[in-house]
């Protein structure tokens, strides 16, 4: 509740915020509801929003403010980025992997 809490010191609007978000007067079950439904929505709408952003990106390209042509100095995006994020997640899923085998109750 420290957090929904903010939101009650928002002038004029506050008070409604809470009770909207909490779904009545105090926490019950539908605040708990919301808040499970929310955390478990939020990822996949943020990946979705992510490959969409990246689709856009890789089909038109990107913005150029300067205009000055930069063509020298360009890199494949799939090879070099795909590769590099592929790395980047096998090595954190080894290293979250070993902690969680070798050292179960740290």
Known sequence: TGITNLLSAIP?????????????????????NRFFVLHFVLPFAIAALAAVHLLF?????SNNPLGISSNVNLIPFHIFYTTKDTVGFVVLAVMLASICLFFPNL
């Open 12 to 32: 004029y609007i506050g008070k409604t915020l809470v009770y909207w978000l909490w779904g009545g007067f105090s926490v019950s079950n539908a605040t708990l």
């Open 57 to 61: 990106l890789h089909e038109t390209g």
